[in-house]
Each structure stands twice: as structure tokens, then as C-alpha cells.
């Protein structure tokens, strides 16, 4: 029995190989339309200026303000009548008061008694150590001779110090420790002036600076017969224990 069809005719026998063709087609053209890159077209500007041969404008209408002529000068009369001074006028001369070589100036004598020359006192600071009469304490009027005065002296301040010191609260908490340096004067009146301090910090320095300005008015120092300025020093310890 013979077929009824060709077999060469066979339509769907290559489907899948056109089927996978068309499919690369579609992929490809794709992403062709994907990797296709656009640019904005640059546009020209043309600017144009435009000139008007008329120019009209409208100038506002001012009112012209009329002022009136200011009057002539008077006339001058016809007849001037002349009038003679009555009174004499005295003219009075200044000499000038500038000297030329042909004036001669005598010399002033002085006589040298009446010139009265006063004495310049110079205000000396004297060093405690070489005044000739220390400042007595109170309490050391007791001693005559110059050497137990100063040594009186010396022991009274220092228990003054020892009585009047107060660690500073805040050196405490903070630790701060040293020795404070102090120089003084004692005035002509036993007074305390004229405090110098030198130390680690702020804080005891002015504790140095209270102690000292506490001590008691003595009795001055002599020099030369006359009440004289002294300058004391005294090292202070801060230590705690």
C-alpha cells in the first residue's frame, strides 16, 4: 500500500530548530534596543535685539514760576554835606619788645648767703640684718642689747606664723605643698607694708600674704638717729603630713 504524502513534505520535522532561530532573533534584536544610546540635540539660541527709529517720550509740563525784580539800590542825594571831627583821637605807640645787640643787660649779682639750699631726704630701705636698732616686738622691750632684740624678733613672728597658719582648703584637695617666699617692709610708723610673695601656687601665696598682713604694729626701726624703713624676709612651709 502506498503512502498517501511525500515524506520530503514533512512540515514539522525541523520546528524546534526554527522555533530555537526565531527565539535568538527576538533576544538579540532585544538587547540591540537596550545597548542603543540616544543624544539630546543641542538647540541655538539667537538672540535679537530690535531697534525703534521713533522714540517718543512724554516730558511732563512744568509751570514756569515768574519772580519779581528785587527793587534798585536809593539813589544818592543831591547835595553831600561834609562834617569836620569834633574830637581828637590820641594815637598810642606800641614799642616793640624785641632786644638787638646794641642793648646791654646788666648781670644780676646773687650774693651766695642769701641762697637757702634745703636738704633732699633720701627714703632708705635698710636690711633687717644691718639696722643699727632692730624693730622691737611687742614682748621684747624686755631685752637691752641689739642682738637679743633681733632674736626676740625673729622667734615672736615666727610664732605668729605657726598661730595664724591655715592650710588652704582647696591646696589640700588638690595637694599642692611647697614653700613660700615673703618680703616685707616695717614703715617708720611699726607698720606692714609693701608685701612680695613667691611661690608653687596662687593659693598659698595668698595664705602667706594673709599671715603676714596680720602681725602687730611694732616699734620702728632707727638709723642714724632717725626712724628708717626695714626690710624683712621670711620663708613659709606648706607641708602636709
Not at 631726704?121 to 632692730?134: L, M, T
Not at 633681733?150 to 584637695?173: D, G, I, S
Amino acid at each position: 500500500m502506498k503512502p498517501k504524502k511525500n515524506p520530503n513534505a514533512d512540515i514539522g520535522r525541523n520546528s524546534s530548530l526554527y522555533f530555537m532561530i526565531g527565539l535568538t532573533s527576538v533576544l538579540f534584536v532585544t538587547w540591540q534596543s537596550f545597548e542603543v544610546k540616544t543624544y539630546e540635540k543641542e538647540t541655538e539660541l539667537t538672540e535679537v535685539a530690535q531697534l525703534t527709529d521713533d522714540l517718543k517720550e512724554d516730558v511732563p509740563v512744568t509751570e514756569i514760576i515768574r519772580t519779581t525784580p528785587p527793587p534798585p539800590p536809593p539813589a544818592a542825594p543831591d547835595v553831600i554835606e561834609v562834617v569836620e571831627d569834633v574830637e581828637d583821637i590820641e594815637e598810642t605807640l606800641i614799642e616793640s619788645t624785641e632786644s638787638s645787640q646794641e642793648v646791654y643787660i646788666e648781670d644780676a649779682i646773687v650774693n651766695v648767703d642769701d641762697i637757702e639750699v634745703g636738704e633732699v631726704e633720701e627714703e632708705e630701705i635698710v636690711p633687717f640684718a644691718v639696722i643699727e636698732h632692730v624693730p622691737v616686738f611687742p614682748g621684747c622691750e624686755v631685752y637691752e642689747t641689739e642682738e637679743e632684740r633681733k632674736n626676740c624678733f625673729n622667734k615672736m613672728v615666727q610664732e605668729h606664723v605657726r598661730k595664724t597658719f591655715k592650710y588652704p582648703q582647696a591646696a589640700l584637695e588638690m595637694k599642692i605643698s611647697g614653700k613660700v617666699f615673703v618680703q616685707f617692709e616695717i614703715d617708720t610708723k611699726g607698720r606692714v607694708r609693701n608685701i612680695q610673695q613667691r611661690g608653687p601656687d596662687r593659693l598659698l601665696e595668698q595664705e602667706a600674704v594673709r599671715i603676714i598682713s596680720a602681725l602687730p604694729q611694732v616699734k620702728p626701726g632707727i638709723q642714724r638717729g632717725k626712724p628708717a624703713k626695714v626690710r624683712y624676709a621670711i620663708p613659709i612651709k606648706f607641708m602636709m603630713k
